[in-house]
């Protein structure tokens, strides 16, 4: 975040959307936009932007709570994807292709429902 000044001598805060990811990450709780435009500087309009872009590119995530009032958190860290073990012993099983000693297609129906009824 920077306070830079425009050609008129106001101050021209320029909040980036790492900003705002900064002071969700350093609270435990859900944050309205007011109470991050406040903590920024910045308009409750520039805010919902940022926030905006925020949650379409899934960085927050965000809940109705009340008529007007929506919360904005950081989602639960992924979990960490496991690793395949080229060990694993189901790497050495043998494939099953349609038309082999397993293959049940022919009759699916004995399998689903039972035997079928003879015509005797």
Known sequence: MS???DDRG???TQVTLE???GILRRTSEPMTATELSTELGISNRA???KL???HERGDVRRKKVGSRS???WLPDEPTEKQEINPDDPFWDAE???AGGPTDVSSNV???LYGEPESDE
């Open 3 to 5: 306070n830079e000044r």
């Open 10 to 12: 106001k101050f021209v």
């Open 19 to 21: 900003d705002i990811l």
């Open 52 to 54: 905006n872009t925020l």
């Open 109 to 111: 129906d004995e399998y």
């Open 70 to 72: 929506v919360v904005w």
């Open 95 to 97: 494939p099953v292709a």
């Open 47 to 49: 805010i919902l932007n």
